[in-house]
C-alpha cells in the first residue's frame, strides 16, 4: 500500500521540497497551499489520509484553524502540526484544534521519516479499512477484471487464461468445481469471449427447476401439449439460438431427460413437448456440476454416453480457500456493492483479514459475500472491526475441514504453499529438492500440478 499524506503549507518550496523526500522512498503525497484548499480536499476524499501535515502560520487560515474544520468532517483524521513555531501558544492552539503531535520543521530528514513512517503505523493498526482503492491494478489483477472475475491470485490468473484460450471454440464446455466458485462466473466470461457474445447468454439452473416442468422449459411446448398448455412455449435452448445456453447443476437432470440433451448435442436439433418435427439449433453449450460425474455413471444414474459428450473441453474453477489473496478485493468489491445498495458508507479494519483467510470458507465466495453483507448491515459502527466479527472466524473447530474430500484439499494446500515458499527463498530448483527432502523430479511434479 501507498501511504497517503496531504501536505498543507503556505510556502511553495517547502512544499515541493518535503513533497520529493517523501516520494522518492514511496509515499502518496497531495499538497494544498492553503487552509481552505485543504478543508476542500479533506472533504473530497473517499477517505482519511493516512497523515496529514499542516503548517501554522497561514495568510487566509491558521494551522489550527484549518484542523478544527477537519476533525469536523474527519474525526479520526491524524494530523501533525508542522511549522517552525515553537511557542506555548502556538502548541495549545493546535493541540485543542485536535492535531495529534507537533513536528519541528527544522528536522532532519530521518527524523521527518521516522515520524512519519511511525505514524502510518499507527494508522494500520488504528483506522485502515479494506479498500479497493488500497489495491495496485497491475497487468495481472486488470487481465482478470477483464475476464469478469475478482481476485489477483496466480490461481485465478490461470484459470482466467484458460478461459480466454477455451472460449473462442463452439465445442461444449463442462466447468467444474464446487458450490459457490462462480461456475456462472466461467461460463459468463466463456460467452463474452466467444464468437457470439453479441446474442444471448441463457442461463438455467436444473436444480431450481421443477422436474416436471424441465422438459417444457428446456425444449418448449405446443399447444394442447398437456394439462394447462394453452399456447406455444418457446424452450431455453429456442432462446438461446445463435448464442449460450448455461446448464448449471447438471448432474440434476433427471435420468428420462439426458437422452433428449443427448440428441441436441449429437444432431443439434430439439423436439419441443407435443411436437412431431424437430427444428435445428445453433447453441453453444456450458455445462457445470459440483458433483462426481464419473462416479454417478458407475451408480447407473447419469448416461455414459451423454457423459463423455459434456466432457469434451473442461475448466475447473477454485475453492476460496486455495486463493486466500483474492479474499481482500472480493471484500472491497462487495463492500462497495453493499453500501453503494443501502446507501451508507461502512468498511472492514484490515485486521479482519488475518480471521477471514484463516477460514475454510465451505460455501467459498458465495459464503464470503454473505459475510461481508451481514457484518455490514448488523454493525454497530462505520468500521466492522476483529472483535466484531461472528465467533466462527475464531472457532478453530469449524475451520477444519471435516471430509475425507475436505482433508485431501487441506493437506494439498498446506504442501503447496510450503513448496512455494521453499522455491522462493532457494536459488535452484536442486537446492528446493534438498530441503524438501524429495527427488527433483518429485518437485517438478508438484511444480507442474499446482502451476508453481
Known amino acids: ?47 482519511d489520509f493516512s497523515l496529514i501535515l499542516m503548517d501554522y502560520h497561514m495568510p487566509k487560515m491558521l494551522g489550527s484553524e484549518v ?29 485543542l484544534a485536535g492535531a495529534t503531535d507537533f513536528l519541528d520543521k527544522n528536522s532532519d530528514n530521518d527524523t521527518l521519516l521516522a515520524e512519519i513512517a511511525n505514524r502510518c503505523a499507527k494508522y494500520d493498526q488504528l483506522y485502515r ?21 475478482i481476485g489477483s491470485s496466480d490461481n485465478l490468473y490461470q484459470l482466467c487464461k484458460d478461459i480466454r484460450k477455451v472460449a473462442p471454440a463452439s465445442a461444449t464446455t463442462m466447468i467444474l468445481g464446487e458450490s459457490g466458485t462462480g461456475k456462472e462466473l466461467v461460463a459468463k466470461a466463456l460467452h463474452k469471449f466467444s464468437g457470439r457474445p453479441k ?6 439452473n436444473i436444480a431450481a427447476e421443477s422436474p416436471l416442468l424441465l422438459d417444457s422449459s428446456l425444449f418448449g411446448h405446443r399447444k394442447g401439449a398437456f394439462t394447462g398448455a394453452t399456447e406455444n412455449q418457446v424452450g431455453k435452448f429456442e ?17 428420462e431427460l439426458q437422452v433428449k440433451l443427448l440428441r441436441v448435442l449429437q444432431e443439434r436439433e430439439i423436439t419441443p413437448v407435443g411436437a412431431t418435427k424437430a427444428r435445428s439449433v445453433d447453441v453453444r453449450i456450458i455445462a457445470a456440476t459440483h458433483k462426481d460425474l464419473k462416479k454417478m455413471v458407475e451408480a447407473g444414474t447419469f448416461r455414459e454416453d451423454l457423459y463423455y459428450r459434456l466432457f469434451n473441453l ?22 462497495n456493492e453493499v453500501c453503494g445498495k443501502n446507501r451508507f458508507d461502512r468498511s472492514f479494519h484490515r485486521s479482519c483479514l488475518e480471521q477471514f483467510r484463516a477460514y475454510h470458507w465451505p460455501g467459498n465466495v458465495r459464503e464470503l459475500r454473505s459475510a461481508v453483507e451481514r457484518h455490514l448491515l448488523c454493525a454497530e459502527s462505520n468500521v466492522v472491526r476483529k472483535d466484531d466479527l461472528d465467533a466462527v472466524f475464531f472457532n478453530q473447530f469449524n475451520n477444519k475441514p ?22 522462493k527463498m532457494t536459488p535452484s530448483r536442486a537446492e528446493a529438492a534438498r530441503r524438501l527432502n524429495i527427488a527433483q523430479n518429485g518437485l517438478q511434479y508438484f511444480i507442474n500440478k499446482w502451476n508453481l
Open 199 to 204: 446474442d444471448r447468454f441463457v442461463a438455467v
Open 67 to 95: 484542523i478544527q474544520e477537519i476533525k469536523k468532517i474527519s474525526p479520526n483524521q491524524q494530523i501533525l502540526a508542522f511549522t517552525l513555531d515553537d511557542t506555548k501558544e502556538a502548541m495549545r492552539a493546535n493541540f
Open 129 to 149: 479499512t479494506i479498500d479497493s482503492e488500497d489495491l495496485p491494478l497491475d497487468e495481472k489483477m486488470q487481465f482478470i477484471q477483464e475476464t469478469g472475475m
Open 402 to 423: 471435516v471430509t475425507l474430500e475436505e482433508i485431501d484439499a487441506h493437506l494439498d494446500g498446506i504442501k503447496k504453499s510450503h513448496i512455494a515458499q521453499t522455491l
Open 1 to 47: 500500500m501507498k501511504y497517503r499524506i496531504l501536505l498543507v503549507d503556505d510556502d511553495r518550496e517547502n512544499l515541493e521540497a518535503t513533497k520529493n523526500l517523501l516520494t522518492a522512498v514511496g509515499y502518496n503525497v497531495t499538497l494544498a497551499n492553503s487552509g481552505p484548499e485543504a478543508i476542500k480536499l479533506v472533504r473530497q476524499a473517499k477517505r
Open 314 to 335: 473442461t475448466l475447473e474453477t477454485i475453492p476460496l480457500r486455495d486463493r486466500p489473496e483474492d479474499i481482500e478485493p472480493l471484500i472491497a468489491q462487495f463492500t
Open 239 to 255: 432462446l438461446a439460438d445463435k448464442g449460450t445456453l448455461f446448464l448449471d447443476e447438471i448432474g440434476d437432470m433427471p435420468y
